[in-house]
């Protein structure tokens, strides 16, 4: 089975400071792992993904995330935040790739990002 | 790429009354899936679509859920016999997919639904 935890519920930065975004996963094979991105009343939007040997994926609007198999860990980051930023964020689990990966997605519970000014 | 379609955006209704939502994928993509978002939570599989046919149901699809695809193009999700817990915002996505592979998804705006 597969699972996805993000370790802080609401994360509270100011405006042009790092943004880290914590995540874990479980996955018994090879996962595809994604960052989307909801603003109120709107539907998710893509940040990032990592289907490949690539462990440091960039996406866009300068977010990054890092694969550490070693650590079941995909942790989204940002040198710089924005406060057009602040948005609920999902880690996201896909799987297998490959002939059967039906695409389904299972989400982590999010992490609300705030952006002081 | 005028991304995916969903109709109502917001659909305010009586327990027990019946409720049909629509989404219009975009139109290369044959994979069409069905979310439920509830509040403070993370989005929940419910079924997906390849082309016309219905691969995969989740549990929380309940008998008085239904899905189709007829055309493999537009699909609807109709709630018959709506509960107050059936109150949560519908997602639908698309993407397209090949043996070996699929590509992300791309998601509508969703509907919101509210039980009275």
């Known amino acids: 089975a597969q699972s996805v935890t993000q370790l802080d519920s609401h994360v509270s930065v100011s405006e042009g400071t790092p943004v880290l975004l914590r995540c874990n996963y479980s996955?018994?094979?090879?996962?595809?792992l994604f960052w989307y991105v909801q603003h109120p009343n709107k539907g998710l939007q893509l940040l990032l993904k990592?289907?490949?040997?690539?462990?440091l994926v960039k996406g866009i609007n300068g977010f990054e995330a890092e694969f550490k198999k070693s650590e079941t860990s995909f942790h989204l980051t940002k040198p710089s935040a924005h406060m057009s930023d602040a948005a609920e964020y999902f880690c996201?689990?896909?799987?297998?790739?490959?002939?059967?990966?039906?695409?389904?997605?299972?989400f982590g519970q999010g992490t609300t990002l705030q952006v002081k000014p | 790429d005028t991304g995916v379609s969903q109709n109502p955006r917001h659909k305010i209704t009586k327990r027990g009354q019946n409720v049909t939502f629509r989404c219009d994928p975009i139109?290369?993509?044959?994979?069409l899936y069905w979310y439920r978002q509830t509040l403070g939570q993370g989005p929940e599989f419910l079924t997906y679509?390849?082309?016309?046919?219905?691969?995969?149901k989740s549990r929380l699809l309940s008998d008085r859920f239904s899905a189709e695809r007829p055309k493999g193009s537009f699909s609807t999700l109709e709630i018959q016999r709506t509960e107050q817990g059936d109150s949560a915002m519908y997602l639908c996505?698309?993407?397209?997919?090949?043996?070996?592979?699929?590509?992300?998804?791309?998601f509508g705006d969703g509907t919101r639904l509210s039980i009275l």
């Open positions: 139109s290369e993509h044959n994979r």
């Open positions: 990592y289907t490949s040997a690539a462990t």
């Open positions: 996955s018994s094979y090879s996962p595809s």
């Open positions: 996505a698309s993407s397209l997919a090949w043996p070996g592979g699929v590509q992300p998804q791309h």
């Open positions: 996201v689990v896909s799987g297998p790739r490959g002939s059967g990966n039906t695409g389904k997605l299972i």
């Open positions: 679509f390849q082309n016309e046919a219905q691969l995969e």
